[in-house]
């Protein structure tokens, strides 16, 4: 885990121990082995926003040579049995709640709870055979991770409906649902833009996501807005950046990356609008992306697509829903609001809303503590 600085699901993590410990819980996140660099200045071992965390291995730093890297996973996994055993004999274990991409990992924690006898918890955030870009032997453990995980857990949190439907029916008594969350605290006073020297609409996105990325490009060349900009929060890959230099707009683009929260929560809540793509496959159904929550917080509006967890909380109210994948039709939703900055701000201030009730991480905190009851 890539904790404390880690991405979607690193963040999700954080905001769900921060959850349980608004109910007088302690929480201790385990690391298995170091991925940061020395210029993040993320100690071995400390507290982040309230949430204590260990790197088993012994260090944060990700070495270079990949023989220390896997002697340092080998020192990571017994560490990691040995935190269980001391907090076990200590008293303090109540339970784990388990955040891995890897099914593997799934086997080995859902042995551990067994040996000392607590509640195993997998969070479950995405339906990984959907992703095609995965080949070799990371698409068959993925298979088995799709298949399989729900038999190797006490309880289970899903972030969408579409991956209950796919647990077996003997555990749906056992599962809790929580969607995409935030702070909002964080959002409170952002701070006028700083950052653009225009009005601009906003995408984040991993770099994994190029096609969707394309897709927003292409949607804001045919806009073709002379007075508006395009930001895009992502990494400046090689393929971006010819992208960008062919379109007839790229003194209209301009991409951001690694730039400190504080400048992103000030570019969400200044934008014209958050621009965030479903697309009608499985991947998109099963996964509900972590900007939704943060997007929401923003109080701007927010053009997305009528796709999985989206029907759930989103309707023309509160949002700039598109019917189809389509370019064209995410351009004449930049247009309308353009052309009616009021009834945009009517959508924006129920989009906050649907947020604060839905995606606040503080809603889910007594649920949390309960998942973990071994009734």
């Given at each position: 885990?890539?904790?404390?600085?880690?991405?979607?699901?690193?963040?999700?993590?954080?905001?769900?121990?921060?959850?349980?410990?608004?109910?007088?819980?302690?929480?201790?996140?385990?690391?298995?082995?170091?991925?940061?660099?020395?210029?993040?200045?993320?100690?071995?071992?400390?507290?982040?926003?309230?949430?204590?965390?260990?790197?088993?291995?012994?260090?944060?730093?990700?070495?270079?040579?990949?023989?220390?890297?896997?002697?340092?996973?080998?020192?990571?996994?017994?560490?990691?049995?040995?935190?269980?055993?001391?907090?076990?004999?200590?008293?303090?274990?109540?339970?784990?709640?388990?955040?891995?991409?890897?099914?593997?990992?799934?086997?080995?924690?859902?042995?551990?709870?067994?040996?000392?006898?607590?509640?195993?918890?997998?969070?479950?955030?995405?339906?990984?055979?959907?992703?095609?870009?995965?080949?070799?032997?990371?698409?068959?453990?993925?298979?088995?991770?799709?298949?399989?995980?729900?038999?190797?857990?006490?309880?289970?949190?899903?972030?969408?409906?579409?991956?209950?439907?796919?647990?077996?029916?003997?555990r749906k008594g056992k599962i809790l649902k929580i969607p995409s969350i935030t702070d909002f605290d964080k959002f409170i006073n952002p701070g006028?833009?700083?950052?653009?020297?225009?009005?601009?609409?906003?995408?984040?996105?991993?770099?994994?996501?190029?096609?969707?990325?394309?897709?927003?490009?292409?949607?804001?060349?045919?806009?073709?807005?002379?007075?508006?900009?395009?930001?895009?929060?992502?990494?400046?890959?090689?393929?971006?950046?010819?992208?960008?230099?062919?379109?007839?707009?790229?003194?209209?683009?301009?991409?951001?990356?690694?730039?400190?929260?504080?400048?992103?929560?000030?570019?969400?809540?200044?934008?014209?609008?958050?621009?965030?793509?479903?697309?009608?496959?499985?991947?998109?159904?099963?996964?509900?992306?972590?900007?939704?929550?943060?997007?929401?917080?923003?109080?701007?509006?927010?053009?997305?697509?009528?796709?999985?967890?989206?029907?759930?909380?989103?309707?023309?109210?509160?949002?700039?829903?598109?019917?189809?994948?389509?370019?064209?039709?995410?351009?004449?939703?930049?247009?309308?609001?353009?052309?009616?900055?009021?009834?945009?701000?009517?959508?924006?201030?129920?989009?906050?809303?649907?947020?604060?009730?839905?995606?606040?991480?503080?809603?889910?905190?007594?649920?949390?503590?309960?998942?973990?009851?071994?009734?």
């Amino acid at each position: 885990m890539q904790f404390p600085l880690g991405q979607a699901q690193v963040q999700r993590q954080l905001l769900i121990a921060k959850a349980i410990i608004l109910e007088g819980f302690d929480v201790t996140v385990l690391c298995r082995y170091g991925i940061h660099s020395e210029s993040d200045g993320i100690s071995n071992e400390g507290f982040f926003e309230g949430v204590h965390y260990i790197y088993c291995s012994g260090t944060s730093i990700r070495p270079d040579g990949i023989f220390r890297r896997n002697l340092l996973k080998l020192k990571g996994v017994f560490n990691e049995y040995r935190y269980y055993r001391k907090f076990s004999k200590n008293g303090q274990l109540a339970g784990a709640l388990v955040s891995t991409n890897r099914f593997y990992n799934i086997l080995f924690y859902y042995l551990l709870g067994k040996i000392f006898g607590i509640i195993t918890v997998v969070d479950n955030v995405e339906y990984w055979t959907a992703n095609k870009s995965i080949k070799g032997w990371i698409r068959f453990d993925k298979y088995l991770y799709d298949k399989l995980y729900f038999h190797f857990t006490d309880k289970i949190i899903c972030i969408s409906d579409f991956l209950i439907s796919k647990v077996n029916t003997v555990r749906k008594g056992k599962i809790l649902k929580i969607p995409s969350i935030t702070d909002f605290d964080k959002f409170i006073n952002p701070g006028t833009n700083t950052l653009v020297n225009a009005k601009y609409f906003l995408f984040c996105g991993s770099k994994a996501y190029s096609e969707i990325i394309d897709f927003v490009i292409s949607s804001f060349e045919i806009l073709n807005h002379r007075d508006l900009a395009l930001v895009l929060v992502t990494a400046k890959t090689p393929g971006l950046i010819e992208r960008i230099n062919k379109s007839k707009l790229m003194d209209r683009i301009q991409v951001m990356t690694d730039i400190p929260y504080n400048d992103l929560v000030n570019l969400y809540t200044n934008s014209e609008a958050l621009i965030i793509p479903m697309r009608n496959n499985n991947q998109d159904k099963a996964r509900f992306p972590h900007k939704i929550g943060e997007y929401c917080a923003a109080g701007r509006p927010i053009i997305t697509n009528k796709v999985g967890e989206i029907n759930n909380y989103f309707n023309e109210s509160n949002s700039y829903l598109c019917s189809e994948y389509n370019t064209r039709e995410y351009a004449e939703a930049m247009s309308r609001i353009i052309s009616d900055p009021v009834h945009a701000q009517k959508v924006a201030e129920q989009s906050f809303q649907t947020g604060l009730k839905h995606f606040n991480y503080k809603s889910y905190s007594k649920a949390l503590v309960n998942i973990f009851d071994k009734k």
